[in-house]
């Protein structure tokens, strides 16, 4: 994309004049006043100075709403057809700054509290302590290194993932039947399929799974029963349901390929495996790169399948980071330590990711 | 003697190559089927075990009409069966709720982020911004950049802010987060869709004296919808089997259909007919969809991947 100039060229021709730009600003700057009045007499009210009779906060988020839509209106008003322009993006900017940045900042706040929900007391200010006591909590560490094998895994269905793109690439008949086919376990919320999957085919009495494996001659088949075998079954189900996402993009790169290449390696006498690994494999190194990447910031957010199936068990085994803060907050109702080990978490996986981004461009580069 | 020699046969070389054809057919339709079993059978599984009755469940009965006799039982208990579906129930008005919670969240979201993601996806991919210091690639970033925030961070302070704002356990909630989840890959895809279409096409509308709106609305807008459909089938998807923020953020009236499926898991023991009936039906509207709109959810994943 580039930054420099507008793609597309406008000859503006504006006149606007005076009163209307004056107009625009007194509407911007009258509704932040607005904002800022109702906020104070709010916070005062909570704080317990005056009483203005409210009963929730959302007066403020009103005076708030009325103030994006000043701001927008007096864009246009204001700067004319380049406001026009602008009001293409700011309303999403206007829409996600507000829902993310505001809630981050409040986040922060509570992060460095001890905040009982169910409790009295109320809100207050512990300092470190909420740290401290992360750094002894093996539980989240326990969970924080699960999320490490978990996104081990996806090496493993990315390989199953490239395997079935190449099949479905393949002169074969009935391919749509079999793209639907493949499809359809992503189509599945997440919460069925840890019934139907983790709560019945696996059951170890009557779930076909069980019956399958007994009939194999494993004597007791348990899918949850050691800590190994619990998160392997996890990692197997996520698995089931993402691999068509990781497919559906690597065979999106394949279909891009052209066909001469391969067909010119061939002329050269190379045969399907080698054809494969040094013309189809570098070629879909950056589809790849980037299926992986995605599909590892979706396995970080895994949380469904391991709250509805193990509920972290056996023993914090299966926790992932997502579920263990989930179950801290319904057990105890611990808003400040759930919050804190969220933002850990968060500043672990920036890093990460940029760390990751970093690599992926540098192994990119040289072959694209 | 006339011996009926053939005199055209296919030399040693081709015979082999027929049979490696062979073999390779073989393998790759045995590895598809064996993939395409693994995928529906938990589906066929959750089907055939709604119309089971317990003694089937025990002795693992899996195909119908054949080794079992298909019962009403899963449904009856949902309300949904032939003889009940005339008569009162309260489950069935339980799971009409949910299923119209989670209808007007996900399509209201859904439409909510395809409308704002378009926009902003064509005013990056079109204009030059400035704001403050943020440029056009610094606001993309800005955008796709909240892919990568779990959702964990935001729920517990989303949680005491909504408590504080009345919003707790309400539609509206729910919207505002799940269209905010979903946005960054809308933008995602709508920005791949704007890209590819030539601006000379914009050009010639404004020189035909329209302004940018209308150009957008009566030139672009027809051209981009496929991408627009792929975007919001795709968040549809999302926003319909999300679960996590809708068990922490609802309890008695704007609960979804996961958290209904969720907190039957527990109670219902191993009477799985009705839990099969009540999983079954939850799922049922997304595969309709994966099936009939296959196309568009292909569409929208494979945006941005290739390049």
Redesign the interface.
């Known amino acids: 994309m580039s930054s420099q100039g507008d793609l597309l060229h406008v000859v503006t021709n504006d006149n606007i004049p005076d009163s209307r730009k004056r107009f625009g600003r007194a509407i911007i700057w009258g509704t932040a006043a607005l904002v800022l009045v109702v906020a104070a007499m709010q916070v005062m009210q909570a704080t317990g100075r005056a009483d203005f009779g409210f009963e929730n906060w959302r007066p403020t988020l009103y005076a708030f709403c009325t103030w994006a839509v000043a701001l927008c209106w007096g864009q246009v008003l204001i700067r004319g057809e380049a406001g026009k322009r602008t009001l293409f993006v700011l309303p999403a900017a206007i829409f996600v700054g507000a829902l993310t940045i505001f809630p981050l900042l409040f986040g922060l706040l509570i992060a460095f509290s001890d905040w009982n929900l169910s409790s009295p007391t109320g809100r207050q200010f512990n300092g470190l302590d909420n740290i401290r006591q992360m750094w002894v909590d093996p539980f989240y560490w326990n969970a924080l290194w699960n999320m490490v094998l978990y996104s081990a895994a996806i090496i493993v269905e990315y390989a199953i993932a490239f395997g079935l793109a190449l099949l479905l690439n393949a002169q074969i008949r009935a391919r749509k039947f079999f793209r639907v086919a493949f499809l359809l376990p992503l189509m599945l919320s997440p919460v069925a399929v840890s019934w139907m999957i983790g709560k019945s085919m696996l059951e170890a009495r009557y779930g076909p799974l069980s019956r399958l494996a007994r009939f194999f001659g494993i004597e007791n088949p348990s899918f949850f029963g050691s800590p190994e075998i619990a998160r392997a079954t996890i990692m197997v189900m996520d698995a089931w349901t993402y691999i068509p996402f990781m497919m559906i993009m690597i065979l999106a790169g394949l279909q891009a390929i052209p066909k001469e290449l391969n067909e010119a390696a061939k002329v050269d006498g190379a045969n399907g495996w080698r054809n494969f690994w040094e013309v189809t494999f570098p070629l879909m190194l950056p589809v790849s790169i980037t299926a992986i990447l995605i599909r590892i910031i979706f396995k970080l957010k895994l949380a469904d399948v391991v709250i509805n199936v193990t509920a972290g068990g056996p023993g914090g085994a299966t926790d992932t980071v997502t579920s263990f803060i989930f179950r801290e907050y319904r057990e105890r109702s611990n808003v400040g330590y759930g919050t804190l080990l969220a933002f850990v978490y968060l500043v672990i996986i920036v890093i990460a990711m940029t760390f990751l981004m970093k690599l992926a461009d540098r192994w990119m580069r040289p072959r694209t | 003697m006339t011996a009926t020699t053939q005199i055209f046969r296919d030399s040693e070389a081709d015979r082999r190559h027929r049979a490696k054809w062979w073999t390779s057919r073989i393998a ?2 045995g ?2 089927i064996l ?2 079993i ?3 059978f ?2 066929y ?2 089907i055939t ?1 709604s119309f089971k009755m317990a003694p089937n ?2 002795k ?1 009965n ?1 195909i119908p009409f054949v080794d079992y006799t298909p019962a009403w039982l899963g449904w009856k208990s949902l309300g949904l069966s032939p003889d009940t579906i005339w008569n009162e129930s309260t489950v069935r008005a339980e799971f009409m709720k949910r299923f119209m919670n989670s209808f007007v969240i996900s399509v209201t979201s859904s439409a909510l982020a395809v409308a ?2 378009s ?2 996806a ?8 400035r ?1 403050g210091w943020m ?3 610094d ?2 970033f ?2 796709l950049s ?16 909504y408590k ?3 919003l707790l356990d309400t539609r509206v909630g729910l919207i ?2 799940y ?2 989840s979903v ?1 960054p890959i809308v ?1 995602w895809i709508m ?1 791949d869709q704007f ?1 590819s279409i030539p ?1 000379e096409l ?2 010639a509308a ?1 020189v035909d004296g329209l ?3 209308g150009a ?1 609305a009566t030139i672009i807008l027809p051209i981009a919808l496929p991408g627009m459909v792929a975007a919001f089938i795709l968040s549809l ?1 999302l926003t ?2 999300e ?2 923020f809708a ?2 953020l609802t309890s008695t009236y704007a609960n979804t ?3 209904m ?2 907190s039957q ?1 527990g109670s219902q023991g ?1 009477s ?1 007919w009705s ?2 009936a009540l ?1 079954f039906a ?2 049922l509207p ?2 309709v ?3 009939v709109l ?1 196309k568009y ?2 569409k929208g ?2 945006a ?4």
Request: with cysteine; glycine share 6%; net charge neutral.
């Open positions: 790759i339709y590895v598809l993939w395409t693994i995928c529906l938990p589906i599984w959750t075990t469940v025990m693992g899996m704002l993601g926009l902003a064509y005013g990056l991919s079109r204009f030059s911004y704001f440029k056009n690639s606001i993309s800005f955008f909240q892919l990568i925030l779990p959702p964990v961070v935001l729920a517990l302070p989303f949680l005491v802010l504080e704002l009345a505002l987060l269209t905010l946005l933008i920005r890209g601006t914009e050009e404004l302004s940018i709106w957008f998807v319909w089997n679960y996590f068990a922490l259909l996961p958290v499926v969720a898991t191993i799985w839990m099969a999983s939850a799922i997304l595969i969809i994966g099936v296959e959810i292909i994943m494979a941005g991947a290739v390049k």
